[in-house]
């Protein structure tokens, strides 16, 4: 079966991509999920305008990634968040959340899907968060939670 990737798919490919899969595969995830749409001639028409916005928004080069890098390794970020006795939060941290507290202590705009956490933060303290800049290139910060 014969897809267009919209988002990107570790293994598959990244968005604007045709790729052949398998049709369970194909029918009973990457469709559903919306993250490809079914090949047809006029859906290839659409790749141009796929890969075009994947560009605004993608890291342009590996020296752009090194200097994202540079500011995100020198970013102190803190997110308030919910929490009751302890430090327990209600719910836990979105990677949203944390792209959002990120633009707020002056970083720059990043994609979310990117994000690497450990685990859910559920607790107030200090976690370490990875994003993928770039193939070659990736950053570590600390995100400080406290109760607000």
């Given amino acids: 079966m014969k897809i267009i990737l919209t988002q990107e798919v570790s293994g598959l490919g990244a968005p604007g991509d045709i790729v052949e ?4 595969y194909g029918r009973n995830y990457l469709l559903p999920q919306g993250f490809a749409i079914a090949w047809t001639k006029g859906a290839e028409k659409q790749v141009t305008v796929i ?4 560009s605004a928004r993608e890291i342009r080069d590996l020296g752009h990634a090194n200097e994202v890098k540079g ?13 009751g006795d302890g430090g327990r939060l209600f719910g836990s941290v979105t990677p949203a959340e944390i792209v959002d507290a990120v633009k707020a202590a002056g970083g720059p705009a990043l994609d979310r899907r990117r994000l ?14 990875q994003i993928k800049l770039h193939p070659e290139v990736s950053a570590k910060f600390d995100l400080n939670v406290v109760q607000g």
């Fill in 21 to 24: 899969v398998k049709n369970g």
């Fill in 51 to 54: 890969k075009r916005a994947r």
């Fill in 71 to 83: 500011q995100l390794e020198g970013l102190k970020v803190n997110l308030k968040a919910r929490a």
């Fill in 116 to 129: 690497e956490l450990s685990g859910p933060i559920k607790s107030t303290g200090s976690y370490p968060v």
